[in-house]
């Protein structure tokens, strides 16, 4: 049907090369094997990934499954032109919610979508979530990788990141566990992690003007490397917790911070009471306070203000957990409590800055 | 530490509506639960979705799993601003590709991104995803919805779905069934399914200038409906055949077409022969070939011209799977034949058209 005189067009043509792709995926492979325990019964390139789950020792075994993506912290990593760092956040932020379920990671798969898939952003970006895979023990089984000229400018992509854990259902950490007089106990973020990127961004490179290579004042570091600090994973952390029933429930503090995310795990009746006071705000937070300006209760409902995690506790034990969380090298701080009330998080006291 | 005459700015001023989107939640948690059955123990809105698997009656449970994305085909969505297609096209495309590792689905979670999501988006999506799956039998169970301006422009969208479905270990469908002499069996598309958007929608809209309104000679539609055509879903077709020893492997369809898919499902030693005259290629890929030009190779590598699943069965057995798909309301069709080869598609015979 090829008529003489016209020139045949490919699917290249059209600005889709699945040559690129192929090998691309050869790479993928050999960076994810490095993930796969016994449990893993393929590789990546069949249709369907294999995995065997190992469900001996659990009463009662309930998959629990999330998908998250990174955000416009996407944008920072292509200003810096460093993809590795936002493939470790997919990871470690898709394990962080499934820990606060009480649930320890089986296996994790990607999805990335771009203008124009360079070498330089599959393999920076297959290394993060392979680095971040092996360092949680998470097997990296599959992933689909869809270059969209049209759909995404050349330099433009994102990520989805989806996970699949497993906990007995007796361990289940939820709302029900919640009592009134329980304390809060916050564990330190490593920066933004992963929300708030689109204020940020906007205060400091369009309002303000600064470069990412500007420094950030007090930190001896740039606003672009602040900004692009790996999403912290608590699983080590808080694997030793998971079974003990002094842990009541977990908020992972992401977008919507504290204000949205710790009534997740709030039953009916019951408020979160956090003091603003019991901790320092990291400069990199404080910074966008002052430069937007930005309210307290605006930056609460956005960001992590250095607690990236919270642990709801029974308080006559929350000495006993706080003891085990510093001999995991970690720096708890009793952020607050839980009162009476309707779901809500209610602040008191001032920030420390 | 708000100065003031400076006004303060928000999260919603940096382009971002956290009400939209929690309304947006509510909404699909109300769609999502309508898919539920007594094994999700959550509906949305925790960290984690739960899910208790009920594994009786298999031997060896194995999880398979799978991503995917509805590529370029959004665009087709946004120029005709319907929404609810390409949701459906997303679960179906998963529950296929789980479907051919012999595996029924689980439960499914999405991921939405765009540059502004409206309320007609939203909805658009959630409907699709939530009708497909419960159409398939499969539990909606979490998903992340990311409004990113700044990554998006205000009318794009990108969605990513992820699948986990369970077979019993001695049914998984696997290259090591597949033997020389087995035949080859093709289920008809409903269209272009999801793959080929990018030069489709170049020959149509670009280089023809057509409008998505204007007709599609010889089919009674429009080239806009034509190519938004739902991407066919072939559990209920198959579900029946998973655990016959007749069948032997099967391929999905997608990106690379028959070139690279049914390869994917070939042992060390064996070729799939694809007779080109077997069937008629429907219009839509005749036109596409005729307008380009694009020759009949690159077709084959890129659409699935017609067959969105192939069947590699026991050629003894083959007129009584054939007679067993038809009681289904199928078409079956016998497209070629397994022979001696290195793992490659080799094709034979002319299209007819």
């Known amino acids: 049907m090829v008529t003489a005189g016209d020139k045949p067009i490919t699917y290249k043509d059209a600005g889709v090369d699945i040559d690129t792709k192929s090998r691309a995926m050869r790479a993928v492979a050999a960076l994810a094997r490095q993930t796969h325990g016994p449990q893993v019964l393929t590789g990546i390139g069949s249709f369907g990934s294999l995995f065997r789950p190992d469900f001996r020792g659990l009463a009662e075994p309930v998959l629990v499954s999330s998908t998250d993506g990174v955000g416009t912290k996407l944008l920072v990593a292509r200003r810096l032109q460093r993809f590795d760092t936002v493939g470790a956040d997919l990871v470690n932020h898709c394990v962080n919610d499934i820990l606060v379920m009480g649930a320890e990671p089986l296996f994790f798969l990607d999805y990335i979508a771009a203008g124009r898939l360079t070498p330089e952003l599959m393999t920076g970006l297959l290394t993060g979530f392979a680095r971040a895979c092996q360092e949680q023990g998470v097997a990296l089984v599959g992933g689909e990788t869809a270059e969209m000229p049209g759909l995404y400018r050349p330099e433009d992509f994102d990520l989805a990141g989806f996970i699949v854990g497993v906990v007995d259902r007796?361990?289940?950490?939820?709302?029900?566990?919640?009592?009134?007089?329980?304390?809060?106990?916050?564990?330190?973020?490593?920066?933004?992690?992963?929300?708030?990127?689109?204020?940020?961004?906007?205060?400091?490179?369009?309002?303000?003007?600064?470069?990412?290579?500007?420094?950030?004042?007090?930190?001896?570091?740039?606003?672009?490397?602040?900004?692009?600090?790996?999403?912290?994973?608590?699983?080590?952390?808080?694997?030793?917790?998971?079974?003990?029933?002094?842990?009541?429930?977990?908020?992972?503090?992401?977008?919507?911070?504290?204000?949205?995310?710790?009534?997740?795990v709030l039953p009916e009746g019951l408020d979160a009471v956090i003091d603003r006071g019991a901790w320092e705000v990291p400069v990199l937070f404080r910074e966008i306070a002052r430069r937007g300006p930005v309210e307290r209760d605006e930056m609460d409902r956005t960001f992590n203000m250095g607690i990236g995690m919270v642990l709801i506790v029974d308080a006559a034990l929350a000495e006993r957990v706080r003891g085990q969380l510093v001999a995991q090298g970690e720096r708890p701080v009793r952020i607050g409590r839980i009162e009476r009330g309707d779901r809500r998080v209610r602040y008191e006291g001032q920030g420390r800055s």
Do not use: K, W
């Open 170 to 264: 007796a361990h289940i950490l939820a709302p029900e566990r919640v009592r009134a007089g329980d304390e809060l106990l916050g564990l330190h973020s490593s920066g933004l992690h992963t929300n708030g990127y689109s204020l940020a961004q906007r205060i400091f490179f369009d309002r303000e003007r600064m470069e990412p290579t500007d420094p950030l004042p007090g930190t001896g570091t740039s606003v672009g490397e602040a900004l692009l600090a790996v999403h912290r994973c608590y699983l080590s952390a808080l694997r030793g917790l998971l079974r003990d029933p002094a842990l009541h429930a977990m908020a992972h503090i992401t977008g919507g911070g504290f204000t949205e995310n710790v009534p997740r």
